[in-house]
């Protein structure tokens, strides 16, 4: 009877455990299935590097996006990784306990709040300041940039503070013992030790930067051209399939797909960086 | 010559009095080694000897200590202060990079940037270690790696390297094996020559073997402080006499 249930109970497990393995293989299944053939129909150069994108005139080069994708998303690094950083230790080393239990809940409520939410921010504060202080028309990569820096300021905040509250308090005294101040003794002897775990903190707020969509269109300006400078226009891969998808038909459509391949792609090279990050973490 | 003078020492943590008027004298080049049984507060002591103990929340000392007759808890600089009164761990720490940058840490801490001159006090602070040749073809290998008995000589040199007056070790030899523990009290013999060192010990022997001066603490206070040889022949007191001969502790 016992053994009856038990048998039961792992046939349900297992179930829900393959919804989700499930979702992902049909998500590929769909992707490459409706992707692939556009891609090649329209010549994977010609796809990838091409930098036109007039779907009126046939024409579906989606290498500004790629480049934009890329440029906002190291521009979302180069904002957020060192305020995170810096925060994480702050919070971790440095802070007063009132002062860490406001930041704490702070941080956790950041990374709740639904992107449109950020968007709407950024179009209402982000895009006339850099309009004012930069020029131009204030939608545009920096912008993109700042907000999703802030975005993914959630994510490398609470990864990297937790690896740093990690590291065994023996290095950190070993560092004073030999006269080091509190500072130099955090920042040379501490988050070496937490390092690999900050890495990964970046990798992942690198993901979501990648992946965010609802923000970046409203506030990116999303000119399917490849920006000229920081104050210009610019479209990701992901705001390119949301923005044309409603309408797209027949190849138009596909190419979209096609998009959601390459943006998949992307996706999963960071994920399989960050598991060998992990793993390399382990040994 | 007396390195460190103690003077009427109370510490608190927090309303628990830890230590109670501990008054000791720490010969300069000589090894003072401090016994008792576990919880007696021979590791506060040995902490508040280079104010590892500001880092305990709620620490709080009465009294006076004495380096060089300077109060270490008065203007001296916190920093400079455990430059001089070097420290190694029960556990042994070496930080996660490599041999030549656990032993450079603290020479690059107090300003020495020259690499000839790195090069030079990880040589030698190994060789006074005696982990040199062990270790001279793996510089730049992660520390992490070797065994725990080169660990802790390796922090031993780590420590040596600042060039420090005395050098405080908390039951350096728990953790080693009795080939890795000769080895360090070898070596702790030999660095008395140069530095002063106060040893925490469990081992009758080991205390016998290497110190010359023993200090018996029981419930925060000290019981017994004298030459080595008297404790461990004849002491004074009859609690050390039971402690040393095994009857309690
Ligand atoms: N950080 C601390 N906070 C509160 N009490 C402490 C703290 N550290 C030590 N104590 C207490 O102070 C007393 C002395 O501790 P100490 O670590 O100095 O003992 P010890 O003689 O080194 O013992 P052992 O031989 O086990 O290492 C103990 O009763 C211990 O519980
Ligand atoms: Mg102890």
């Not at chain 2, 930080?95 to 030079?120: C, E, Q, V």
């Not at chain 2, 040749?133 to 040596?160: F, H, N, T, Y």
Request: charged content about 20%; some cysteine; aromatic content about 8%.
């Amino acid at each position: 009877m016992i053994n009856w249930k038990e048998k039961l109970m792992k046939v349900v497990f297992l179930a829900a455990a393959c919804v989700s393995i499930a979702a992902v293989v049909l998500i590929c299944i769909f992707l490459f299935v409706n992707g692939v053939p556009a891609i090649s129909e329209i010549g994977v150069f010609r796809f990838l590097f091409g930098t036109k994108w007039k779907p009126a005139n046939h024409l579906y080069g989606i290498w500004p996006m790629i480049v934009g994708s890329v440029y906002v998303t190291a521009g979302a690094l180069l904002a957020g990784v060192p305020v995170g950083i810096l925060t994480a230790v702050y919070m971790a080393r440095f802070c007063p306990r009132w002062l860490y239990r406001i930041m704490k809940s702070s941080i956790s409520l950041m990374a709740g709040i639904p992107s449109v939410v950020y968007g709407f921010f950024g179009l209402v504060v982000l895009v006339p300041f850099i309009r004012e202080t930069f020029g131009g028309r204030g939608m545009s990569v920096l912008t993109a940039s700042v907000l999703l820096g802030l975005m993914i300021l959630p994510t490398i905040i609470s990864v990297s503070e937790t690896s740093i509250q990690a590291v065994p308090q023996s290095y950190y005294e070993g560092g004073l013992a030999l006269g080091a101040s509190h500072e130099r003794s955090v920042f040379y002897t501490v988050l070496p030790a937490a390092k690999s775990g900050i890495f990964a903190g970046v990798v992942l707020g690198m993901g979501r930067a990648v992946g965010e969509t609802m923000a970046v269109m409203m506030v990116a300006g999303n000119q399917a051209v490849i920006p000229r400078n920081l104050t210009a226009g610019v479209r990701t891969l992901t705001t390119n399939i949301v923005m044309e998808m409603g309408y797209s038909t027949d190849l138009h459509r596909e190419a979209l797909i096609g998009t959601a391949v390459v943006l998949f792609l992307f996706i999963l090279i960071i994920n399989l960086s960050l598991s060998m990050l992990k793993r390399k973490e382990k040994e | 010559m007396d390195k460190i003078t103690v003077e009427k020492l109370d510490l608190f943590y927090g309303s628990f009095q830890a230590l109670k008027e501990i008054t000791l004298n720490i010969p300069a080049n000589e090894i003072t080694a401090l016994i008792g049984p576990s919880g007696c507060g021979k590791s506060t002591l040995l902490k508040s000897l280079n104010r590892m103990n500001d880092l305990v929340e709620g620490c709080r000392i009465e009294g006076s200590i004495r380096l060089d007759r300077e109060d270490i808890y008065g203007d001296m600089d916190v920093n400079l202060l455990r430059k001089r009164v070097g420290m190694v761990f029960q556990k042994p720490n070496p930080f996660p990079m490599s041999i030549y940058d656990n032993i450079a840490f603290g020479p690059r801490t107090h300003g020495i940037r020259s690499k000839a001159k790195l090069d030079n006090i990880v040589e030698r602070s190994l060789r006074d270690a005696a982990i040199w040749d062990e270790v001279k073809d793996r510089l730049k290998k992660p520390a992490l790696g070797m065994s725990g008995g080169q660990q802790q000589r390796l922090c031993i040199a780590r420590a040596l390297a600042v060039a420090p007056e005395v050098l405080l070790m908390d039951e350096p030899t728990s953790a080693l094996d009795p080939i890795s523990t000769a080895k360090v009290e070898e070596l702790a013999m030999e660095l008395k020559k140069q530095y002063t060192i106060v040893i925490v010990t469990h081992n009758m022997q080991q205390a016998v073997r290497i110190s010359d001066k023993t200090a018996f603490f029981l419930l925060g206070e000290m019981i017994e402080f004298g030459e080595t040889e008297k404790i461990f022949s004849m002491p004074e007191n009859k609690k050390t006499e039971d402690y040393i001969t095994g009857r309690f502790g």
